[in-house]
């Protein structure tokens, strides 16, 4: 029996280490889910747990727990999905897609070959699924934890912004897909493996019928669209996509998020439903990255687990910030605008935990690889503040800003970013300054 006094003592132990370690790492530049993921490995068995931290995170609450975590990602997934503008691609399609396939293609290439040595140490089952899955952890990019970076930093003003962010969403979209057809391969064993042939019709579906329904549902005539009187039906769509795509073994987050991007493309009604699901997410997201910490325990990490860290660092460090810098040169952006972008789309964050947690949950991965990973995750985020301060110094963005109109307070995102200029590689930034 779940001891119910206990989860409440622990959702509030939960939301305040992660609110204090959030702001902690905010105040030193760095993003709140570096700490939050702290507050975890601290809370966990790696510090806490040694001195009677099992006492407050016994096994008979982590069930209670793990489920408003799950809720919270759900909710985040949604909301990634809301946001996910792939309109950012117009007009700059060679760039980006120069970017996000050599942002990919390099540290996926890697990612393969790193796995195959380690596989016999840290995959579970076949070899296959956990040569792919390291591949796609060590490929992925942070969308929303890059678009946080360049809104603070007022980049979504320039073209460099635009071109990193629009390639992010391209990578997260890859991302997520690979990862369902990687679970669908080790799924592949089950009695129930026949459904995962269904998720194809299934993404046809919420495109060609669902998203239809609810273009509907947010006529014109409504103001904003959505009402409170509808909200539920929206959340009822939203739960039940989730069900479904969990159902067919492709996994939760996938129907959260292809929910969240069918949605009707109207700034007024994309702005109506963040403002609604912000409380719920910024209450109960917490909860997943302080769960996920939990679940990391570095003190088990023998000395030869170092070596193995430091060539996950450098495949995923060399590969992504390799294959960025390589794909933007290749389409023209000069030297310090690709390694301006090569430092932006080497962000992991959220994403790269999503995916982790994934993996560890479907067992394509050994936990101490997890733990591992997870490091590799707070490591290439936290390194991207202080590499971009070097590629792109505050005075020249300060320029690129003023070039591009002056704009630099203004934060509506990325949807307003400029057209790029044929010029552009002719601006050492890559920034719109002729």
């Keep these: 029996m779940i001891p119910i006094d206990l989860v409440f003592l622990d959702v509030a132990a939960i939301l305040t280490a992660a609110k204090l370690l959030g702001e902690a790492a905010h105040r030193t530049g760095q993003p709140r889910v570096i700490g939050e993921i702290v507050a975890g490995i601290a809370l966990g068995p790696t510090l806490l747990g040694r001195v009677g931290g099992h006492r407050l995170f016994p096994e008979t609450v982590m069930p209670a727990l793990n489920t408003l975590a799950d809720v919270g990602l759900v909710l985040f997934m949604f909301v990634v999905g809301l946001e996910l503008d792939l309109r950012l691609v117009r007009g700059r399609t060679r760039i980006v897609c120069g970017v996000a396939a050599g942002a990919t293609a390099l540290p996926f290439a890697m ?9 016999h140490r840290y995959a579970p089952g076949s070899t296959l699924p956990f040569v792919l899955f390291l591949a796609v952890a060590v490929s992925a990019t942070a969308f929303p934890v890059l678009a946080r970076i360049i809104t603070d930093r007022g980049m979504q003003q320039t073209l460099l912004g635009g071109i990193a962010l629009a390639a992010a969403a391209v990578i997260d979209v890859f991302s997520y897909t690979l990862l369902a057809v990687v679970i669908g391969i080790a799924s592949a064993s089950g009695n129930q493996s026949w459904r995962l042939l269904l998720a194809p019709g299934y993404a046809l579906a919420m495109v060609f019928v669902v998203r239809p329904l609810l273009r509907r549902l947010a006529s014109p005539g ?3 669209g959505f009402t409170a009187r509808q909200l539920p039906y929206v959340l ?5 996509s989730a069900w479904i795509t969990q159902w067919m073994q492709v996994n939760f987050i996938f129907g959260a998020f292809l929910f969240g991007a069918v949605m009707p493309r109207r700034e007024d009604l994309l702005r109506w439903l963040s403002d609604a699901f912000a409380p719920a997410v910024q209450l109960m997201l917490p909860v997943f990255f302080v769960v996920t910490g939990l679940t990391v325990d570095l003190g ?11 060539a996950v660092l450098a495949v995923s460090v060399l590969g992504k910030a390799g294959g960025g810098y390589a794909g933007a040169r290749l389409t023209g952006i000069p030297p310090r605008g690709s390694a301006v972008v090569a430092v932006l789309v080497n ?11 994934i993996g560890l949950r479907q067992h394509l991965l050994e936990p101490e690889l997890y733990a591992l990973l997870i490091v590799m995750a707070l490591v290439t985020t936290a390194m991207t503040g202080p590499l971009l301060n070097r590629a792109y110094p505050r005075d020249r963005l300060a320029e690129d800003v003023a070039a591009a109109g002056g704009r630099a307070g203004h934060q509506e995102g990325a949807g307003d970013l400029p057209s790029p200029p044929s010029e552009v590689s002719g601006n050492p930034t890559g920034g719109r300054g002729r």
């Design 111 to 119: 990612g393969c070959a790193l796995a195959l040595p380690l596989a």
């Design 236 to 240: 009822v769509g939203l739960f039940a």
């Design 222 to 224: 409504d103001s904003p």
């Design 300 to 310: 088990k990490l023998h000395p030869g687990a170092l070596g193995v860290l430091a």
């Design 347 to 357: 962000t992991r964050g959220l994403t790269e935990i999503v995916i982790l947690t």
